[in-house]
């Protein structure tokens, strides 16, 4: 047995091996909430006779088909960093998503890119809470054809944006002004992992300062 003034390092040991084999395991459940999608998976709408599939790699934290709309929640593409949650519906058309981008740069919010075959409609939706009109929101068409709001698509009140009747590279953003760091995530979504490992090195710390202060007298 050790010595009692050698027991609080001991104790203090321990917590950190701890700590290290727990963060690990934190890290895996995490990731094992999460869904991935490959650019063979195709996420189809029967009734509407439309189909949705992603360019690249990507995952989400829930994909969900209701009222004929794909409900993606932390959503984020291999060739992004950021997670946003994205509502979309094809009706007559079949997309391919190419880019998405939620709070990306900042000024730009939301950002999504697809292809479009038929000319049919696009529904789309980032869940943004706050009011915007179409002086906000820019759509364009092969990436240099900009298209006028009423004339190829609209905005509803919800922030919906429909675009109709339009095929090949279609581009909608959404600019604000307000907070880049701001998202329509809950923060813990946002920042999950991060919260989790300063959550592990704070109680390592303060363990080791009581070890310290204890050991001293």
Known sequence: MLPPEYRPAQVGIAIIIL??????????????????????????IPELDGSINFAINGSCRSAVLENNTWIFRGLVLNNSQTRGNLQISTDNSNITITDFRSNSAFGRSQYLRYISEGQGVQIINFGINSTTNAADWMVTLNRTQFLTAGEGWYLQRDNTVVVNGQTG???????????????????????????????????????????????RR
Do not use: C, M, R, W
Not at 19 to 44: C, E, K
């Open 19 to 44: 700590g290290i084999v727990v963060l690990p395991f934190l890290l895996s459940v995490q990731a094992q909430n999460t869904i991935n999608f490959l650019p063979t998976d195709t996420f189809s």
């Open 169 to 215: 590279n279609i581009t909608v953003i959404h600019y604000t002004y307000d907070d880049p760091n701001n998202s329509n995530l809950p923060f813990y979504e946002q920042h999950s992992v991060a919260l989790t490992i300063g959550v592990v090195i704070t109680v390592t710390i303060l363990v080791a300062a009581l070890i310290s202060i204890k050991t």
